[in-house]
């Protein structure tokens, strides 16, 4: 810019500039009558009380009361764009879904990145994974493909996610991040080792959204034409090229510019600079996850590239920002359970639980009509169902269909065409102990052939960083499991914790948060 200021700085500089000499548009209310003095309260005489008959204060005030929606209880801070996915590589021979019917079709699409475990106002360079949804507006409903930018989780298990998102959130009695929760949850789920090792690496803190990947994480199941079905795991590779923060530097901008993840991705759209991914797909066939060496829906686990390679989809571009950030960004949904025919969920634990809990979680945060909401709904599809009602219904609300099924008056019938795809499963129906299921032999492959000897250091810094503010017993713990992983991983923690641990002079004192059980009496419950 002429002056030095981006584009996300000046935007009101430019909001104004594009309506030239056009007009202030007439000030209204709500309802949308005019308003003929927006500064001065109706009042009895100068000084005197307010009247009630001020429609103009209380109209505004009142919709200032309920501005707030309920933050999203993970994946609160993000960036929004939207743009076009487009087929570049014919894999039909995979899946049916008409969102890959020929090379060269475009679908729009919206992504959302953001942080996971941070607040709405938290920074966006803090070691945390980032969120990478994207949604497909398809002429067969809308693909909802909701990944992170890392290809494995902590958990394989969907009863642990609560647990597991309340040892990363506050700490109930301090409200403070407790390094004890965090770590007392992580040693004792083992399988959480291959993230961890993840998120304490060079990725950990990724420059902005542009220069990471996306994955779906999850194994899925595709469908072709024939009914032949296979599993399958989707990747996204940024265009731009890896780039990871330092630790140093991520610090730096969050103190000066905590909202650098979303400024970046907003200028870079604005002068024309558009951010692209190559899409890509794993295909395993249901003999070889047979015959797989272990679960092939583990969430902890990935599918190595050299016996599943890469295979090239498509490309997906982001060329606009959102016009307004609540309306297209705040507002927006993704669930798992949008699929179009072609593309099903796997026996994948954790998807199954994501399956349920994301779009009850949104007709909670935004109402059982979220799905009208402008930047959710399948606007390249007709919706013809018997829902009815329910608040803030904004459609016509299918009109005078009928409301039931079946029925005798034309109202929309089910397609068997488009049915779920057949599986045979057999087993007793229990609660299956997952925890021990090899959590160190992908995590060692991480260590020892994925990481640079550089790479080794830094990870092993940042998380003795991390793990030297757990109390001791905890750090044992984990230590003993980065151990298990190769001895050299643990070791060079536990060399570096006892250095820190010697520095600050730490004892083995186990803390614990206890209830104040003591008699209160009536004029200390006056002050409460």
Not at 127 to 149: I, S
Not at 154 to 159: K, P, Q, S, V
Not at 191 to 217: A, K
């Amino acid at each position: 810019m002429a002056d030095g200021r981006d584009d996300a700085s000046d935007q009101l500089k430019q909001w104004r500039s594009q309506r030239v000499s056009q007009k202030p548009d007439v000030l209204t209310t709500g309802a949308g009558n005019p308003v003929g003095d927006k500064l001065n309260i109706l009042t009895l005489g100068p000084r005197g009380p307010l009247l009630v008959q001020d429609v103009v204060f209380t109209d505004e005030m009142a919709h200032f009361d309920r501005e707030r929606i309920p933050e999203r209880v993970v994946h609160a801070k993000g960036a929004g764009a939207f743009g076009y996915f487009e087929v570049t590589h014919d894999i039909t021979q995979y899946c049916k879904a008409k969102v890959f019917e020929h090379i060269g079709k475009r679908t729009p699409i919206a992504i959302r990145f953001s942080t996971v475990a941070g607040e709405s106002g938290s920074a966006d360079t803090v070691r945390d994974p980032r969120g990478f949804a994207m949604k497909f507006y398809t002429e067969e409903g809308n693909w909802d493909l909701v990944g992170n930018n890392t290809p494995i989780f902590f958990i394989r298990d969907a009863m642990l996610f609560p647990s597991f998102i309340h040892s990363q959130k506050r700490n109930p009695q301090t409200h403070l991040k407790d390094p004890d929760m965090m770590w007392d949850f992580w040693s004792l789920r083992p399988e959480s080792l291959h993230q961890v090792s993840f998120l304490f690496s060079d990725r950990g803190i990724p420059d902005g959204y542009r220069h990471m990947n996306g994955y779906g994480s999850h194994t899925f199941k595709l469908v072709n034409a024939s009914g032949r079905a296979v599993y399958c795991k989707f990747h996204v590779k940024t265009d731009q090229g890896i780039k990871n923060l330092s630790v140093e530097e991520a610090g730096r901008l969050a103190s000066t510019d905590p909202d650098y993840g979303i400024r970046d991705l907003y200028n870079a759209i604005a002068k024309g600079d558009y951010p692209s991914w190559s899409f890509y797909i794993q295909v395993m066939t249901f003999e070889e996850a047979e015959k797989f060496p272990f679960n092939p829906f583990d969430l902890t686990k990935i599918w190595p590239h050299g016996d599943y390679p890469l295979i090239p989809v498509g490309k997906l571009v982001l060329n606009r920002n959102p016009v307004n950030y609540f309306a297209e960004v705040e507002q927006m949904a993704y669930d798992p359970s949008n699929m179009p025919p072609g593309i099903e969920p796997s026996p994948d634990k954790m998807l199954q639980g994501r399956l349920f809990s994301y779009p009850d979680t949104h007709r909670h945060r935004l109402g059982p009509n979220y799905l009208q909401i402008p930047v959710n709904c399948p606007f390249r599809t007709r919706v013809a169902n018997y829902q009815r009602d329910g608040p803030m219904c904004v459609s016509d609300n299918q009109g005078g269909a009928p409301n039931y099924y079946p029925n005798s008056f034309t109202g929309p019938e089910d397609q068997p065409f488009v049915k779920e795809s057949r599986m045979s499963v057999s087993g007793d129906v229990q609660r299956f102990n997952s925890a021990n299921e090899d959590n160190v032999t992908q995590v060692r492959e991480f260590y020892t052939k994925v990481l640079k000897e550089d790479e080794r250091q830094r990870l092993c810094k940042n998380i003795a960083d991390h793990l030297k503010d757990a109390q001791l017993f905890i750090q044992k713990r984990a230590v003993k499991n980065f151990t298990d992983v190769h001895p050299d991983y643990g070791a060079r923690i536990q060399v570096l914790l006892d250095k820190y641990n010697a520095e600050s002079g730490k004892k083995d004192v186990i803390r614990t948060y206890t209830q104040n059980t003591s008699p209160v009496s009536a004029k200390e419950r006056s002050n409460l």
